[in-house]
């Protein structure tokens, strides 16, 4: 069994568990999109600027990794044209579940980012990508194919895990691993997440989680940084996550 299947297993655990982050919005929350009040998260507690998406009517809007019923029913319902694509039967599940719900289709593919996407060059405006990429062990790849499906003008908007929770022991009061968090090739590591079935996670620096937007041709518009929400880390005020909005460029600009 490959670490993505690995993975795909443990977040379908977690969700029968459930994980805050498979658990997909209520009918009431769909009906204040529906009503223009919205937020959605693309990293723990933050809601990402509205200003950062523009107009969603019509829009072709690809949440990538982005399954679990939480922010696609909500560009719904603002107007954009959804595809999904997660590596979790539950995740995507939850998404039928809430479009059949309320009455609207997306188009929902179990597929693996760290593969070619199986998409047509330039296919959509928006792709919204939620934290999930310490879940692969190379993101470079990624961004490429980020850059290759959208149009553009098109607008890659990404929450990033800064690397800095796998230096700390559970209570996040030791530092317990140097970095980089690489558990395919640190038997240590892979028997710390193992031990509280965490799937197979890797840490990722600045260079490759910008830098690597930036090699890929994307021109970065925004940056915030996020925190835990909760624990030793959050209450001293150190982020561990960020978010990027980023732009490729229109033919012929920079």
Same mark, same amino acid.
């Given at each position: ?11 379908? &655990? ?12 209520? *009918? ?21 600027? @509205? ?11 690809l949440g990538l990794a ?33 479009? *059949? ?38 993101? *470079? ?20 895990d800064t690397g800095i ?8 009061r030791m530092l317990v ?12 590591? &892979? ?12 840490? @990722? ?50």
């Open positions: 069994m490959n670490y993505q299947d690995i993975n795909a297993k443990a977040i379908d &655990r977690w969700i029968a568990g459930g994980w805050e982050w498979g658990v997909p919005v209520s *009918r009431e929350e769909y009906a204040a999109a529906l009503g223009g009040r919205w937020d959605v998260l693309l990293t723990p507690t933050k809601s990402v600027p @509205h200003g950062w998406f523009g107009s969603l009517r019509g829009k072709k809007l982005s399954g679990g019923g939480q922010q696609m029913p909500i560009f719904t319902a603002l107007g954009a044209e959804c595809t999904v694509l997660d590596y979790s039967e539950k995740q995507l599940e939850s998404e039928l579940a809430v479009a *059949r719900r309320e009455g609207y289709s997306i188009r929902a593919l179990r597929a693996d980012m760290t593969k070619p996407l199986p998409f047509p060059d330039e296919a959509f405006d928006i792709i919204f990508h939620p934290v999930s990429n310490m879940y692969v062990e190379q993101v *470079r790849p990624i961004w490429r194919e980020c850059f290759r499906v959208l149009k553009p003008g098109g607008v890659l908007l990404a929450g990033l929770n796998f230096i700390f022991d559970d209570d996040e691993n140097a970095l980089p968090f690489n558990p395919l090739k640190n038997p240590e590591q &892979r028997k710390q997440l193992e031990a509280s079935d965490a799937g197979i996670q890797f840490s @990722h620096t600045l260079e490759e989680q910008i830098g690597g937007q930036l090699e890929a041709g994307f021109v970065l518009t925004g940056l915030y940084e996020d925190y835990n929400g909760s624990g030793r880390l959050n209450d001293y005020h150190i982020p561990s996550f960020a978010a990027t909005r980023a732009v490729k460029p229109e033919r012929g600009g920079e």
